[in-house]
């Protein structure tokens, strides 16, 4: 007698599992969803329009975008085969073709040339077993993982044909891009690429995606602040239209190659998104107009020369005519503060200069080798900065340091990070 142990329970159904006559291997890849993919797909639900997109060029590694997140797609593989199965439905088969291959299938009586997922087909019920028909055999899975959005592409691309007005546009040598052809190559969502494209104060010109030169901009910000002070008006309550009919007598004939629609696009970009304004009235951002100039400045040196920072504050306040106090927060991200001995030892003199994250290789080993050749030792609030575009969340942010960073806490209770690496 046989040990019940061994028996199927008495309830149990049997199911007849089979390959297809039409059995392709490779006909098919299995997509691992994470948490934040599937609260997207369920969000959705059946009435909205799922959107999924593999970007970027061939020698890129693939992503996988969705209209506001960016995954990795990495093919991972299993150390078991995996054999995806689904349903037969279908009539009885008369064919009695006693294929070898094929006698479990005629045995159980289901037609194997039935589309697995033809759910109008009539269910046999002539035989005891549940029917599984094979789609493929697989050692691999793709995996997919939430990332950064890869946007340093766009710089490069758009920072070759920047617009600093139609009397210079003959000069444009690089290639224009539409949304479309941005959307082909930048292996970012929608929602992550024009962000970037917003806070660079890009401008859609005949079609095409441009950044203005920043010393354009800067000229066409400096109208705009001037302007105000003869107008006494508040650049929190900016009345758009005389101010560009001001500018536009202060410049007859367009001598200056600013155009009115140049100044309302300004002031659009460099508005405070939080504050709500009656239509018509702009409601300037201090933060968005005091990194701005500040960087401007920072970038008319020529590479590693910097600025004494007392003259440079003066000459950041002066651009900005006196509607905002400058705050070197503003520059998180764009510059080094250095401190040197004066030539009678008795004080220490303070500069400044521009070193931007967006020059910095995305790699995050070769970037912490950048950082640490400009300087041996950061602050935990200057460094944090040049590394944020890497991460998703602070809590990464920390594991990044403790992995590429050497932290010393100091009497003060301040975290000072150094280089792993002894020279």
């Given at each position: ?18 390959f ?23 969000r959705?639900?059946?009435?909205g329009?799922?959107s ?30 995996l ?10 088969s ?11 299938a ?95 104060h ?45 500018i536009e ?69 002066k ?29 220490t ?75």
């Open positions: 007698m046989a040990n019940p142990s061994t028996q199927p329970p008495s309830n149990a159904k049997t199911t007849g599992i089979i297809p006559r039409n059995f392709v291997q490779s006909s098919y890849v299995l997509l691992e969803v994470p948490k934040c993919l599937e609260s997207y797909i369920d959705i639900g059946e009435d329009e799922l999924f997109q593999v970007r970027g060029t061939e020698k890129d590694t693939a992503v996988l975008c969705t209209p506001t997140q960016t995954f990795n797609l990495q093919r991972a593989h299993t150390s078991n085969m054999l995806p199965v689904a349903p037969v439905i279908g009539q009885r008369h064919d009695m073709d006693m294929d070898a291959d094929l006698d479990m005629m045995d159980s009586g289901f037609d194997t040339d039935a589309d697995p997922y033809d759910i109008h087909g009539p269910q046999s019920d002539e035989s005891p077993y549940e029917k599984q028909a094979i789609l493929d055999m697989l050692d691999s899975v793709l995996d997919l993982s939430l990332i950064p959005p890869r946007l340093e592409r766009l710089s490069e691309l758009l920072g070759r044909s920047q617009f600093e007005g139609w009397n210079q546009e003959s000069q444009v040598k690089g290639h224009l891009y539409t949304w479309n052809q941005l959307q082909s190559v930048i292996q970012a969502s929608d929602k992550e690429i024009l962000q970037w494209l917003k806070d660079r890009a401008c859609l010109i005949k079609g095409h995606w441009r950044l203005f030169k920043r010393r354009f901009m800067y000229d066409i910000l400096q109208d705009i602040l001037m302007t105000l002070n003869v107008l006494e008006m508040s650049a929190n309550a900016v009345h758009g239209a005389t101010l560009c009919n001001m007598e202060e410049a007859p004939g367009r001598e200056s190659g600013i155009e009115t629609w140049m100044v309302e696009h300004c002031l659009k970009s460099f508005s405070d998104d939080e504050q709500s304004t009656e239509p018509g009235y702009y409601h300037l951002s201090d933060k968005k107009l005091c990194t701005f100039m500040g960087v401007h400045l920072l970038s008319t040196l020529e590479r590693g020369n910097r600025w004494k920072l007392e003259d440079f504050v003066y000459a950041w306040e651009s900005l005519h006196g509607h905002y106090q400058t705050d070197l927060a503003c520059l998180a991200g764009e510059c080094v503060v250095e401190a040197d001995r004066a030539p009678d030892r008795n004080q003199i303070r500069y400044i200069r521009y070193f931007s994250k967006s020059h910095l290789p995305i790699d995050p080993a070769t970037r912490f080798t950048a950082l640490f050749e400009i300087k041996n030792k950061w602050e935990a609030q200057e460094i944090r900065p040049f590394l944020r575009d890497l991460v998703l969340d602070d809590k990464k942010l920390d594991v990044l340091l403790i992995k590429h960073a050497r932290s010393t806490k100091q009497p003060n209770g301040e975290v000072i990070y150094s280089s792993r690496i002894i020279k």
